[in-house]
């Protein structure tokens, strides 16, 4: 039976989730452009809702922004960045809403579809940015641009591999653990 998340049981959803994505980046710093997180608020999107989703991706950079081993962002850096973040979970909502995707969710064909929509999103999210960057220090855009996916060690092009290779593996068996947790076969709670 379903049911919609009472606004206590929201708020401990954000903020464990929100823990363990900032837990993840704090792990896997020495990886660079590695980030479990993005599939995190992805997936907080896809099981409990684009609001539980976009208010994780956004709470992460309030901490992460602020508390961040490469030191403090710009404000203008760290807005795009919290708006690029918060796009994951709000990608997982609507996707999450959509009636066909648990039907399809173990086919070959889905699993490619997921890892191009990780990739997207990445792009997407890297594209973001640069741009706040270039535009908070004043550098050329086409040099930020050529800094984050071409010269080595091709930061962009790892941050969106990596999270094409994670949203195709991760996604599914994530699902099925996450439904287990809370009693069932499918959502447990509705959008």
């Keep these: 039976m379903k049911s919609t998340p009472t606004m206590p049981t929201r708020v ?4 464990v989730l929100t823990a363990l994505c ?3 980046n704090y792990a896997l710093i020495w990886l660079p452009n590695v980030k479990v997180m993005d599939f995190i608020v992805f997936l907080a999107g896809l099981n409990f809702g684009i609001l539980v989703g976009a208010a994780t991706g956004s709470l992460i950079w309030v901490v992460y922004g602020w508390i961040n081993p490469y030191g403090v962002l710009s404000l203008p850096t760290w807005l795009l960045i919290t708006f690029g973040q918060t796009m994951y979970g709000v990608v997982g909502g609507l996707l999450g809403r959509t009636t066909s995707w648990p039907l399809r969710r173990f086919s070959n ?4 579809e997921l890892a191009l929509l990780g990739f997207v999103l990445t792009f997407l999210y890297d594209l973001v940015s640069n741009i706040g960057f270039a535009v908070t220090y004043e ?6 641009l050529a ?5 080595p060690p091709w930061f962009g092009i790892i941050h969106e591999v990596s999270n094409a290779i994670l949203f195709s593996l991760a996604t599914c068996p994530s699902i099925k653990a996450i439904n287990g947790l809370l009693g069932g076969e499918e959502h447990v709670y509705e959008k």
């Design 22 to 24: 900032l837990g993840t």
């Design 109 to 112: 064909n889905f699993k490619i």
């Design 147 to 151: 800094t984050g996916w071409l010269v």
């Design 12 to 15: 401990c959803l954000i903020a």
């Design 139 to 144: 550098i050329p855009l086409i040099y930020v």
